[in-house]
């Protein structure tokens, strides 16, 4: 079942349309992550997927064994990745693909994103990163994990390896409401979410917040209160995904069994509410993704005509078609 939003996305007034003739991010009206790299960095920065076997603690039985219930890893492993080769040949299968794609790119990252990519013994962390970036073409990580998986010991070595090396610390945060996190089964609550970006910036890691936009329990409401409340924090980026149902997942059992357990948001409604969410989002937290394609074989629903590259200048379209811009409605916390 597709879903739209109860409540109409209220709109700029005509004072703030005539103002967004001097949006800050020109015509694409936000803050893109593209752009910021291409100025920090002089081009480029592609992530190269790796597979370190790690697993997380939700599903190892630490915190549980079921997982959140929107989880599949399989969702988001590219296909030609296979864990039993080193991380070096992983790189370099992974470079093979990139290099046709993405030909002259200058720097490649590892990408360790399936599970949690902190959750293990420190030695052995770090010597897969260290493997990595013993690679004579990777620059640096980006590490994909859940924010209890975050001791002082490990921000501490990252923060390091940050001196010489570019590093991108991704926290799955999901929501931020902790009736919503319960439901989907996280282990954790949002109060954790921010511990863990607070003692990473402040060792002066670069944070991206990863936040699935739709999960059950959510309302337009507490997901654009999610926007206040991460824009409150010292991140540098957000990372927006809409839910998706992925096959073999606790969360699609659960839509085939009733399809009103789960609703889902059709391609029109999350256009509408990204607009909305990025309208309340501080101007200064770089959005690196807006959504995702989970493999078509995986994915169960909801099936939009809407190809993922369309998504960015779909959402430039609807911000211009307001006149409002990336946190035109932000509002500066008090104190
Ligand atoms: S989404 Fe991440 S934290 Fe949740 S079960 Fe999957 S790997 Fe574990």
Not at 145 to 157: A, H, S
Request: some cysteine; glycine content about 10%; charged content about 25%.
């Amino acid at each position: 079942m597709l879903a739209r939003l109860d409540s109409p996305s209220d709109r700029p007034s005509a004072t703030s349309r005539m103002e967004a003739q001097g949006s800050p991010f020109g015509a694409r009206r936000y803050n893109a992550w593209n752009d910021h790299v291409r100025r920090r960095h002089g081009g480029r920065v592609q992530k190269v997927s790796v597979a370190a076997g790690f697993t997380c603690p939700n599903r190892d039985g630490a915190l549980g064994t079921g997982g959140c219930i929107f989880c599949n890893n399989a969702g988001f492993t590219p296909g030609y990745l296979d864990r039993r080769d080193g991380i070096h040949a992983q790189i370099d299968t992974g470079l093979g693909f990139l290099d046709r794609r993405y030909p002259g790119t200058r720097h490649f990252i590892a990408y360790f994103q399936s599970y949690s990519n902190t959750y293990g013994e420190f030695a052995r962390l770090r010597a897969c990163y260290e493997e990595a970036l013993s690679h004579p073409r990777i620059s640096g990580l980006a590490i994909g994990t859940r924010p209890d998986c975050l001791p002082d010991t490990v921000l501490d070595y990252l923060a390091e390896l940050a001196a010489s090396h570019i590093i991108e610390l991704e926290i799955g945060i999901e929501s931020c409401d902790d009736a919503v996190l319960q439901r989907v089964n996280r282990g954790h609550d949002f109060a954790c979410g921010v511990d863990a970006i607070e003692r990473a910036a402040a060792r002066g890691l670069g944070v991206t917040a990863h936040l699935i936009l739709g999960l059950p329990g959510e309302t337009r409401e507490s997901m654009l209160d999610g926007a206040a409340r991460l824009s409150a924090l010292p991140l540098r980026a957000l990372k927006l995904h809409q839910l998706q149902l992925v096959r073999g997942t606790a969360m699609a059992r659960d839509w085939q069994r009733d399809p009103a357990s789960v609703p889902l948001l059709d391609e029109e409604a999350y256009i509408e509410l990204l607009a909305d969410f990025v309208e309340r989002l501080s101007p200064d937290i770089l959005l690196q993704r807006l959504g995702s394609e989970v493999p078509p074989a995986l994915k169960l629903a909801p099936q939009w005509n809407m190809r993922l590259s369309e998504l960015a200048p779909r959402l430039s379209a609807e911000l211009a078609r307001r006149g409002s811009w990336q946190g035109a409605r932000f509002v500066t916390p008090a104190g």
